[in-house]
């Protein structure tokens, strides 16, 4: 770990998921959730539920069987009356983060695939840090990978180990990993999903999936240069790398014009669905330096702090 | 649309090469395979430019619209465009070409006035329905105009009766070859006649009731004018459209050309030669004697100008494409008429003493040849040998020892009809140039000439009653070779033969009691009857007699016509007297071609295939036995100045409006649109290309 580059940008060309330096910047952060759930064991994270934190939050009339250890004797000594003094209760926080792991993933320059695992690896490690529960969810076709219910600091090699033994494969059905996810995630809290989001089956039914669960949902949709940007010309029979579906292009001017619109439009779209239903969409290339995108999108769209 | 266009095959072209080009771009190209994240978007970007329906491909796809422009402007300009306004009759053409000689001459653009009637010919045609390709008939575009190609120059010929398919009609009217002899309309307006009136619908009882012609034809003639019989031509056809074709009237043409051998010095040939000048210019040029293809003689000639240019025979020039109004009746009468030219005849006298063919040449060229050259046969110089036969008649015996012959044998009948069959004659043709029978009839008659004197030969038509004592000469044809400078006005004859002869027979004098002297040609044998005896009259004791005889035997030995009146013009049959055992004459033709003429059962075999001007050989068995030269020798077609319609008996006949096949044809411009087309097509795929 002591010659890996200093240089988060280095990092990019590097198969590393993830740097000291990088690790060093991303311990100052921390996941926020738009909503306040409630939490299963004591963590770091402020709850609806008055706790036994150092944050105060409240006074209230004191009422038989309270803990007499939290009545604030200075009032009752001013006051003569019996108050309790509220503090916060500090929770843990859901972190689930859905990668897409279909072979289209595994695609562009910089790899798509290689992009979403630094994401997910970096969201991961705040979460760990921050001691959230991190969930780590792998799907094509449904859920493939899963590391589940990981806290603390100490799960870091693990997950990275977990993210780097993940291969890119099968294809992608959004919708039915959703329905995998909604099943199988017990409690609330942040989902993140990293996709490209190019499915077939539609993306529709697979966001009111998520939806049901009533978490804080992000989605980051993943593309590469040559998606954005096209690099073909020619009479071509284009395949697709999933499906093996093939579309017989003669790429000309008026073509690509019209890729470009539908690709424009199709994301517009998909932030559309996102952003009616709550949840944060957020595009980016993979040309975009996944720390920029970690320290500087991801704390504007208010997912980190 | 066919009208606009003088190759309109190529429109058919147009109809696969278009498809084919569609065809092309619908094939599925050979891709490169190239591998993507995701087909999703690719899909819907092709579906969005395809949308619906194959035409919309098409309509955006600006390439195969250019090229589809390209291929169509280069079939147009292949299809040859002509920017000329339709007009069509419908109902029923005639096309009458003249191909006749003077249809050879050679105008100033080089093609002979035979080329240009036959482009006018077929440029009218087109301009028809060109309908007629069945395909479409079969969709149901009803052809209205029938078109009857009729070629006529000596006879007429239909080349094609009414049809509506142009490709026929094209075809016959390339077929029209020329003819060296002249024109002759009659006969050809009667064959169009005949065809153009309507299938006669002849019902019980209304026999004579005339049907008219359903549709009254057009008829479109396309000639020069130099038709001798055109001012008698009438017609009942409905309108006539003339197209006078060429406008050359510079010629200079041998009119007449004779040959023969000086009866008292047979080894002189003396040929004389008429030639005129038709042009308007004068003209000093020469004419030179061939013998088999050497010059023995040249003499040179000056000649006037056959007409004045201020007044040309004809009203209409051929190229004046300014319509004229119908020609009026003054100058329909004018036509037919042949200028008759300047005029300058020679004489020549040379000694040839062999048989030959001697040629007349003019070495002046003009835009008509056939006429710049004639042709004639001689024969060997040679004495006539005459046979006698008579049982006594010192009035004969005298005569014949004052002419110039070579020998004269005289026998009595008796022992005429018991010589042996050699001794008089050989193949069956007579040893003697002329046999003279005198008061003697008789079966024996190898081929030859006979002067018959009170005697009919038996195996004639002539019939005799009789002897009549009543009989004067009260009329002789002085014209005929036989009686020139035979003057029979104080020949007293005390008797002589009633004849009735046939129609055929040429009566040469007459008496009170019907025909004193004939000439009849029978079966090859040619003779010259004279019914009386020469001792029951005083003609013995005129001048005239010995005459009499000298033409006799000179007309005689010529093959029953005047030596000096031995012509064949195109068209005349060929008369060759074959050796026994042959049974066809082969003859070599001018310009190199062959036939074959079979004989009939006297050994003659007769040719009317004389299309040609020149020199015929009648080959038997590989050897020559005849030769004949046909010559042009007709003013009327020498004048070869286009002249104007006839009136054709007051039908209504209209100066047709040539049309031109050069000039107005714009094919040039759709190929150069084709290569701007081209050019644009062209950076649009470069532009495509680079995107």
Not at chain 2, 495 to 519: C, D, F, Q
């Amino acid at each position: 770990m002591s010659s890996a580059p200093s240089n988060p940008r280095r990092v990019e060309e590097s198969k590393q998921l993830l740097t000291p330096e990088f690790m060093s910047k991303l311990d100052a952060l921390e996941i926020l959730s738009r909503k306040i759930f409630t939490g299963t064991v004591k963590g770091e994270r402020r709850s609806k539920r008055m706790g036994e934190s150092v944050e105060f939050a409240d006074y209230r009339n004191y009422v038989v069987g309270d803990d007499l250890r939290v009545i604030d004797w200075n009032i009752y000594a001013r006051l003569e009356r019996l108050l309790l003094k509220l503090f916060m209760a500090e929770e843990d926080l859901n972190v689930s983060v859905l990668f897409d792991v279909s072979k289209s993933m595994n695609w562009g320059k910089p790899n798509k695939g290689l992009f979403a695992k630094r994401v997910a690896a970096a969201l991961a490690y705040i979460g760990l840090v921050r001691m959230d529960r991190v969930n780590l969810y792998g799907f094509n076709s449904r859920l493939v990978h899963e590391m589940t219910g990981i806290r603390g600091r100490r799960f870091t090699g693990q997950m990275i180990k977990f993210l780097e033994g993940i291969e890119f494969e099968g294809y992608s059905h959004f919708t039915e990993a959703a329905r995998h996810f909604a099943i199988r995630h017990r409690g609330k809290g942040v989902v993140l999903v990293i996709s490209d989001f190019f499915d077939k089956g539609g993306y529709a039914d697979g966001v009111r999936y998520l939806l049901s669960r009533d978490c804080d949902i992000y989605a980051i949709q993943v593309l590469s240069p040559e998606e954005i940007e096209p690099k073909l010309s020619g009479d071509l029979k284009l395949l697709d790398v999933e499906d093996e579906d093939t579309a017989e292009v003669s790429v000309t001017g008026p073509l690509l014009a019209r890729y470009k619109a539908n690709l424009q439009a199709y994301c517009s779209e998909l932030k559309e669905h996102c952003t009616r239903r709550g949840i944060t969409y957020l595009f980016s290339a993979t040309t975009v330096p996944f720390d920029v995108l970690v320290m500087s999108y991801l704390r504007q769209r208010g997912l980190v702090r | 649309m066919g009208n606009w266009f003088l190759n309109p095959w190529a429109l058919w072209i147009a109809g696969g090469v278009l498809p084919t080009l569609l065809i092309l771009y619908f094939l599925k190209l050979r891709r490169k395979q190239e591998t993507v994240p995701s087909t999703l978007l690719w899909k819907r970007a092709v579906q969005d430019l395809q949308v619906n329906a194959p035409f919309q491909k098409l309509r955006k796809n600006l390439l195969l619209l250019l090229q589809m422009l390209v291929l169509s402007a280069g079939v147009i300009a292949l299809a040859r465009p002509i920017l000329k306004g339709t007009q069509t009759f419908d109902g029923r053409v005639v096309l009458m070409i003249d191909h006749s000689a003077s249809m050879q001459t050679v105008e100033e653009d080089g093609r002979t006035r035979l080329a240009i009637a036959k482009e006018q010919a077929l440029l009218q045609a087109r301009r028809f329905n060109r309908t007629g390709s069945s395909w479409l008939q079969f969709a149901g575009v009803q052809p209205k105009t029938q078109l009857m190609v009729v070629s006529f120059a000596g006879d007429a010929r239909v080349r094609q009766p009414f049809s509506t398919n142009i490709n026929e009609i094209v075809a016959a009217i390339e077929d029209i070859q020329p003819v060296d002899g002249p024109s002759d309309l009659t006969e050809a307006m009667q064959m169009a006649e005949a065809y153009m009136s309507a299938p006669a619908m002849i019902t019980k009882g209304m026999e004579d009731t005339p049907v008219s012609a359903a549709q009254p034809a057009t008829l479109m003639m396309f000639t020069d004018g130099v038709i001798a019989s055109a001012a008698e031509s009438v017609s009942r056809a409905g309108r006539i459209v003339w197209y006078t074709i060429g406008a050359a009237s510079d010629n200079v043409g041998i009119t007449a050309f004779r040959t023969r051998r000086d009866y008292e010095n047979p080894e002189i040939l003396q040929a004389f030669v008429e030639v005129r000048n038709f042009g308007t210019q004068p003209v000093t040029t020469d004419l030179s004697i061939y013998l088999d293809g050497q010059l023995i003689d040249a003499k040179p000639i000056d000649l006037e100008p056959g007409m004045s240019e201020a007044a040309p025979p004809t009203n209409a020039n051929g190229n004046d494409n300014a319509a004229p109004p119908a020609t009026s009746a003054p100058a329909g009468a004018d036509a037919g008429r042949s200028p008759e030219g300047s005029v300058v005849s020679l004489t020549f006298e040379r000694p040839v003493l062999t048989a030959g063919h001697i040629e007349a040449r003019l070495s002046r060229k003009d835009g008509f040849t056939l006429d710049n050259t004639a042709h004639a046969i001689i024969p060997a110089p040679r004495k006539l040998r005459v046979l006698l036969v008579t049982a006594k008649n010192w009035l004969l015996d005298q005569v014949l020892a004052g002419l110039p012959l070579e020998k004269v044998d005289t026998i009595t009948p008796a022992t005429y009809e018991a010589a042996p069959a050699g001794q008089l004659d050989q193949d069956g043709q007579s040893r003697y140039d002329v046999v003279i029978l005198d008061k003697h009839a008789t079966k024996r008659l190898p081929v030859g000439n006979y002067l018959c004197i009170n005697t009919v030969p038996e195996g004639l038509k002539i019939e005799t009653a009789g002897e009549s004592d009543d009989y004067r000469l009260i009329w002789w044809d002085e014209t005929h070779p036989v009686m020139r400078y035979v003057d029979l006005d104080f020949v007293a004859v005390q008797k002589g033969m009633k004849l009735a002869t046939p129609p055929e027979a040429e009566k040469l004098s007459e008496s009170n009691v019907g025909p004193a002297m004939v000439h009849i040609a029978n079966d090859g044998r040619h003779y010259v009857i004279v019914g009386f005896a020469i001792e029951n009259s005083d003609f013995p004791r005129k001048v005239a007699f010995p005459v009499f005889i000298y033409n006799a035997i000179r007309f005689l030995s010529s093959g029953g016509v005047a030596e000096s009146d031995v012509r064949l013009r195109p068209g005349d049959a060929l008369r060759v007297q074959l050796p026994a055992g042959s049974s066809a004459a082969e003859l070599k033709l001018p310009g190199g071609r062959t036939a074959t003429a079979r004989a009939d059962a006297a050994g003659v075999a007769r040719f009317g295939g004389t299309e040609r001007v020149g020199v015929y050989e009648a080959l038997a068995g590989g050897k020559q036995i005849d030769r004949f030269a046909v010559n042009l020798e007709d003013p009327d077609e020498s004048s070869i100045a286009p002249r104007a319609a006839p009136a054709f008996g007051g039908v209504d006949v209209q100066q047709g409006e040539m049309l031109k096949a050069s000039t107005p044809e714009i094919w040039r411009w759709f190929a150069g649109i084709a290569l701007v087309i081209l050019l644009v097509e062209w950076w649009v795929y470069t532009r495509r290309a680079t995107i």
